[in-house]
């Protein structure tokens, strides 16, 4: 004990682990920047800064005296300039950092878990409203809050069942303009406003709708489900692409994958298992004879 404690107070040992502290502090800051910067949209911002920068070298080293002057001045906004673009990718790291790296964030995210039950009665919904192509735009959150987003439509606040979701998107109703928010098991608001996204990976006929799907994809983990109004297809938008499936078990595997905890998907699969070999007439007759 004696020893440990020495060699903690000792200058040499404390150096390597406060350079040990710095090692990890800057990958997790990296870490963070990264995962800032993964949207299609600050990449782009990204490689137009880099663009920038090589201009400016070379401006210098080709002895272009007015370009380099005017690139040279343009750098004095380029604080400014950063923020503005990056404003909601910042506010988004922002309050990552403010609440311990996501780690309460993922916290309080387990306790609104979509549940199984959930997943099917929206897979069951989906379904109906691609089969008589009625639009439908669905986020499920994940770990980032989407209260904000919430905030803008119509509080809910109710179970999510398959009548539900098909009645708020329905024609006649008021709320079917606009998207629902899904936390848990429960459906917290209709009629949300999306950010709306500029990617151009779109074709140029799809519309509102996907563009708004696939915005929100790119400013939240958020899983968007997507109907479409004209052809009746099924689209889900998540970490800033947008996928097409076939049907709703397409669909239900997808948000399975993403949504449930792996450990309760294979204690329900052991449990069907289990559920089929007791109703099998050959294992209950060996049962028996044992």
């Given at each position: 004990?004696?020893?440990?404690?020495?060699?903690?107070?000792?200058?040499?040992?404390?150096?390597?682990?406060?350079?040990?502290?710095?090692?990890?502090?800057?990958?997790?800051?990296?870490?963070?920047?990264?995962?800032?910067?993964?949207?299609?949209?600050?990449?782009?911002?990204?490689?137009?800064?880099?663009?920038?920068?090589?201009?400016?070298?070379?401006?210098?080293?080709?002895?272009?005296?007015?370009l380099h002057w005017i690139l040279?001045?343009?750098?004095?906004?380029?604080?400014?300039?950063?923020?503005?673009?990056?404003?909601?990718?910042?506010?988004?790291?922002?309050?990552?950092?403010?609440?311990?790296?996501?780690?309460?964030?993922?916290?309080?995210?387990?306790?609104?878990?979509?549940?199984?039950?959930?997943?099917?009665e929206v897979c069951k919904a989906v379904a109906e409203m691609a089969e008589h192509r009625i639009g439908a735009l669905i986020v499920i959150e994940k770990t980032a809050n989407l209260q904000e987003i919430a905030d803008n439509g119509i509080p809910v606040h109710a179970q999510v069942t398959a009548p539900l979701l098909g009645a708020i998107f329905y024609h006649g109703n008021p709320l079917h303009d606009g998207a629902i928010v899904v936390r848990g098991n429960e459906v917290v608001a209709a009629a949300c406003r999306l950010p709306m996204s500029d990617s151009r990976v779109l074709p140029p006929h799809y519309h509102m709708r996907h563009r708004a799907g696939l915005g929100m994809s790119e400013h939240s983990d958020a899983i968007v489900v997507i109907v479409s109004e004209e052809r009746g297809e099924i689209a889900v938008a998540h970490e800033g692409t947008i996928r097409f499936v076939e049907d709703d078990l397409e669909l239900r595997r997808l948000l399975d994958r993403e949504l449930r905890d792996p450990r309760e998907i294979r204690r329900r699969k052991r449990l069907r298992r289990k559920s089929r070999h007791s109703h099998d007439p050959e294992s209950q007759q060996e049962a028996v004879t044992k």
């Amino acid at each position: 004990m004696y020893w440990l404690t020495a060699q903690l107070f000792d200058p040499q040992t404390r150096q390597v682990i406060v350079n040990l502290v710095d090692i990890l502090l800057v990958a997790y800051v990296i870490y963070r920047l990264l995962k800032l910067v993964r949207g299609k949209r600050a990449w782009r911002i990204v490689i137009g800064i880099i663009v920038f920068i090589v201009a400016l070298v070379v401006s210098d080293w080709m002895q272009l005296y007015t370009l380099h002057w005017i690139l040279d001045k343009l750098t004095l906004l380029a604080p400014v300039a950063l923020v503005i673009l990056f404003l909601p990718e910042l506010r988004q790291a922002v309050e990552g950092f403010g609440k311990l790296g996501g780690w309460t964030e993922r916290l309080m995210s387990a306790q609104h878990q979509t549940g199984t039950d959930a997943v099917v009665e929206v897979c069951k919904a989906v379904a109906e409203m691609a089969e008589h192509r009625i639009g439908a735009l669905i986020v499920i959150e994940k770990t980032a809050n989407l209260q904000e987003i919430a905030d803008n439509g119509i509080p809910v606040h109710a179970q999510v069942t398959a009548p539900l979701l098909g009645a708020i998107f329905y024609h006649g109703n008021p709320l079917h303009d606009g998207a629902i928010v899904v936390r848990g098991n429960e459906v917290v608001a209709a009629a949300c406003r999306l950010p709306m996204s500029d990617s151009r990976v779109l074709p140029p006929h799809y519309h509102m709708r996907h563009r708004a799907g696939l915005g929100m994809s790119e400013h939240s983990d958020a899983i968007v489900v997507i109907v479409s109004e004209e052809r009746g297809e099924i689209a889900v938008a998540h970490e800033g692409t947008i996928r097409f499936v076939e049907d709703d078990l397409e669909l239900r595997r997808l948000l399975d994958r993403e949504l449930r905890d792996p450990r309760e998907i294979r204690r329900r699969k052991r449990l069907r298992r289990k559920s089929r070999h007791s109703h099998d007439p050959e294992s209950q007759q060996e049962a028996v004879t044992k």
